[in-house]
């Protein structure tokens, strides 16, 4: 297979998104949307008049359209409609969301020209990802097919699945996924010719990932331990800001802006630009909406000390995936070369002095365009994947580590773990099983990502179906299933007959 002439990577971000080619002398260029000229892509999609916008265009629609305009996609692609996230989130969204016929995935409820639909996660972000295709294939004059997409290192297998069948339905051959703070190591092209250990902390619009990474002068990474918190991110810090300016309208007025959709689109997009103001050199941001509700205006003025106090929980939490990942690492904060700091979260001010408080001598590394190091990265990540495929040599490798332990479940309620958390990836491991009856002719086998013994306290991956099996004597593990994780961090699961190594039908759930 010939090499092509560009290749691409995609961030598929939470509140942006963003694409960027590598070409074959090397250079990685951002490219820009077709709508604006941006490099970001705001990760909104608005339905309106049997039509849909995707980016600056449905950021910006009509606010009597809030209950139409979709966003923040990310941070339920892959989870459950049941799931403590979703509940979370959907309380301060304007638009509605609607549990699926399947019984768990969470839909979105689009109401346009007097007819519903119902739109699943999956399929809205592959609006961005189409979008973001267009943009770049009018940028590049050519097709594009191939690409890598980033993904939080946290992500679990069902979100993994989930993001590369979003750019499945967007049209594009998602030959690779990376993690997004190893994309953003090598989009910083971060070399040398030492060895260098150092922690990645992304700080993004929906996720944080701390990651501990070791750098080699032959361009080779490798993870060392990988932590998280999958719900702080920059739309945390808006909902804190939304729910104290909702408070204090409530107070002085009487009226609860969450009962209106128009209200609350308007006010959290007022939430952001104040979280941005007061992440620059601004020290105080007045907030103002004209008629909000009626004939009343809003109006709050908020300083950065005050910005502070309100989301001050949020602050608290930081570092404690940084230790975490420094504990699993078996490193010290001071064996660090540096603190690479990236995501749009990294400007706000009180961001960088707690890493500098807590870091003290390691350095800080951060720049300008924070918000384009992991969309670069990955596009370069994504030339080395072409060049593997095409059974060249490449020029980066990376070496990453799985986010969770892997397990299956047994009787009493307990799990039997497979593949520990932090195992180099790929991998597989093999497990015998054992039919419970002699002439059983089927199974099922729970499989759980967690690190707990107890099966409810796990997440439950699927629910392994085993059909046409050999019937043969109860007390023989006759039954083989191998779990493999590839480069990607996605699960594949098969099973044969232990004698003759025939393969058995089965079904993930």
């Given amino acids: ?50 039509t849909h916008t995707v980016g600056e265009r449905a950021k910006e629609s009509p606010h009597e359209n809030a209950k139409n305009t979709i966003f923040q996609m990310k941070r339920i692609i892959g989870r459950k409609y049941g799931d403590a996230e979703v509940v979370r989130n959907k309380e301060l969204w304007p638009f509605q969301l609607r549990c699926g016929e399947d019984g768990h995935t969470p839909m979105v ?17 592959a609006l961005v990802l189409k979008s973001l295709k267009s943009s770049a294939e009018a940028f590049l004059g ?86 998280g918190d999958m719900e702080l991110g920059g739309a945390d810090f808006d909902n804190k800001l939304l729910r104290h300016y909702i408070d204090r309208f409530r107070e002085q007025h009487g009226i609860n802006l969450r009962e209106q959709p128009p209200a609350l689109a308007r006010l959290r997009l007022m939430c952001e630009k104040v979280k941005n103001n007061l992440s620059g050199r601004s020290d105080s941001y007045l907030a103002s ?91 370069v990540y994504a030339r080395s994947v072409m060049q593997k495929l095409a059974g060249l040599p490449s020029k980066y490798k990376v070496f990453d580590i799985t986010p969770f332990t892997l397990g299956v479940g047994v009787a009493q309620g307990k799990v039997v773990p497979l593949i520990a958390k932090g195992t180099p990836i790929p991998v597989q491991e093999r497990k015998p099983f ?32 085993l059909s046409d099996l050999q019937t043969g004597p109860g007390d023989q593990p006759h039954i083989v299933i191998t779990f493999a994780y590839d480069e990607s961090g996605v699960l594949n699961v098969t099973a044969t007959e232990r004698e003759n190594e025939t393969g058995i039908t089965l079904s993930l759930h």
């Fill in 1 to 50: 297979m010939p090499v092509q002439d560009v290749a691409i990577g995609i961030d598929l971000g939470t509140t942006n998104s963003s694409i960027a080619v590598c070409y074959k002398d090397g250079r990685v260029v951002v490219i820009p949307n077709d709508q604006t000229g941006s490099r970001l892509t705001p990760s909104y999609v608005a339905f309106d008049e049997g």
């Fill in 109 to 125: 409820v689009i109401n346009d020209l007097d007819e519903e639909m119902l739109l699943s996660p999956v399929a809205i972000s």
């Fill in 142 to 227: 050519q097709p594009i097919d191939q690409v890598v997409i980033t993904v939080p290192a946290r992500f679990t297998d069902a979100q993994r699945k989930a993001t590369k069948e979003a750019g499945a339905q967007a049209g594009l051959n998602v030959i690779g996924m990376i993690n997004e703070p190893t994309a953003a190591a090598i989009g910083y092209e971060i070399e040398g010719n030492e060895s260098q250990t150092f922690l990645v902390f992304d700080f993004g619009g929906g996720t944080l990932d701390v990651s501990v990474l070791q750098s080699t002068e032959q361009s080779s990474f490798r993870v060392l331990a990988t932590e």
């Fill in 289 to 379: 909406l004209a008629y909000i509700t009626g004939a009343i205006n809003f109006k709050e003025r908020t300083t950065r000390t005050e910005f502070e106090i309100i989301t001050d929980q949020l602050f608290q939490r930081m570092l404690n995936p940084v230790k975490s990942a420094l504990r699993a690492a078996g490193k010290d904060k001071s064996d660090m070369d540096f603190v690479l700091l990236v995501g749009g979260c990294s400007r706000i001010p009180k961001v960088r002095q707690t890493l500098e408080a807590f870091f003290v001598d390691v350095p800080i590394k951060c720049d300008a365009f924070t918000d384009e190091a992991i969309a670069m990265g990955a596009a």
């Fill in 434 to 465: 054992t039919t419970q009856r002699r002439d059983q002719a089927s199974a099922m086998v729970r499989i759980y990502e967690g690190e707990s013994e107890l099966s409810a306290e796990n997440r439950l991956v699927g629910v392994v179906h």
